[in-house]
């Protein structure tokens, strides 16, 4: 069966192209929003709709052509249903359920999240069930037990800001360029960290709860004491990534222990951080389990996860009727997600 995939939920175009029987993606192309929001220093959800409705299509013509299949070829189509933008979302949702229509073969609505969660799938060295998630994007930040698709358990989340969202939050502090987090990534590589103290919030907490929203604000008194100057920023940003990236790694060496599991994925944008993978690289070597990480291109959005995450369920045969209504839920709790029995 092939299924395609769309993404659009917030400021990327994404389509793909996965084959369930091959188990493996034909297929996928992702537009960036950037350039159109960097002006604005942050995503404007009117223009990141409209741009999406200008790239979806040429994006659908291109990812076929891509793998040399005809729009007959398509079994069935996934698209991202929320959370996100409700504007970019309906984008995603009109197109897939119209195109499904079309072609007489049936729409899946698919949780974003899902996506970034299934999508070290998609590697050549896959992770196998069950195993612990540590999902870090913008928007979100948890740790979930993944039994197999459609089966997953939260196990702890931030209770504030999500991790890419603080990266982001402090690189704006810093005055740097939109999109944040990765800008702010590159700095800090070039600075040590421990030079400024920055706080570990809620590391010794005993639970796998996070919080991220204190570190910008510690950021944010750094930079207002006497002596600050911007040569600084490069230590402050290292400090600032190793907060988070301790944080991050010990919860998730707390889920490991307490679920007995010994995979770890990563997954969500925050996932191509170079020192989070270098750090949970040392610990796995030491403590002797697997981490997975998707590959670059599958860490930020992209509709080849959609595509995957739709061909699991729809191969699973375990997907609800639908009546072709064109509905998103920009906010839509992960851990409503099971699979239909
Ligand atoms: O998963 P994603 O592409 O979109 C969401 O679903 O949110 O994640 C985007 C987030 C942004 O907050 C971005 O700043 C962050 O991931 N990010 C990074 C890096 N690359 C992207 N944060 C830290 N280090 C990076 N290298
Ligand atoms: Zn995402």
């Not at 919080?211 to 510690?218: H, I, M, R, V, Y």
Request: net charge neutral.
């Amino acid at each position: 069966m092939l299924i395609l995939g769309i993404e659009s939920s917030c400021d990327e175009t994404g389509i793909g192209l996965y084959d369930t029987d091959a188990q493996r993606l034909l297929a996928h192309r992702v537009h960036s929003q950037i350039a159109l929001h960097a002006l604005y220093g942050g995503v404007v959800p009117e223009l990141a709709s409209r741009d999406h409705v200008r790239r979806i299509v040429p994006l659908y013509r291109e990812t076929l052509a891509a793998a040399g299949v005809a729009p007959a070829d398509i079994a069935g189509v996934g698209y991202t249903c929320g959370p996100g933008l409700a504007g970019a979302l309906l984008v995603g949702a009109a197109f897939a359920e119209s195109l499904a229509a079309g072609l007489g073969v049936p729409a899946l609505p698919i949780h974003h999240l899902e996506g970034h969660l299934l999508s070290p799938l998609l590697s050549a060295d896959p992770p196998r069930f069950p195993f612990v998630a540590l999902l870090v994007s913008g928007g979100h930040t948890q740790l979930m037990r993944v039994e197999g698709v459609g089966h997953y358990t939260l196990l702890g989340e931030t209770v504030d800001d999500a991790a890419g969202e603080a990266f982001d939050k402090t690189a704006k502090l810093l005055g740097l360029d939109y999109p944040g987090g990765p800008v702010l990534a590159r700095l800090a590589d070039g600075g040590s960290p421990g030079r400024f103290k920055l706080p570990r919030p809620m590391i010794h907490s005993g639970d796998l709860q996070m919080s991220f929203s204190g570190l910008k604000t510690a950021v944010l008194t750094t930079t207002q004491s006497a002596g600050w100057t911007t040569e600084d920023a490069a230590d402050l940003a290292a400090e600032f990534q190793e907060a988070v990236t301790e944080v991050l790694v010990s919860k998730s060496l707390a889920a490991l222990r307490e679920t007995g599991l010994r995979t770890l994925v990563v997954a969500g944008g925050v996932g191509a951080n170079r020192r989070l993978r270098a750090s949970l690289d040392a610990h796995a070597q030491k403590r002797r389990f697997r981490v997975h990480y998707p590959e670059l291109e599958y860490c930020s959005d992209n509709g080849a996860m959609i595509a995957l995450a739709a061909g699991l369920r729809f191969a699973a045969g375990k997907y609800g009727k639908r009546d072709g209504r064109i509905a998103v839920r920009p906010r839509w709790p992960l851990a409503e997600l099971q699979m239909p029995a």
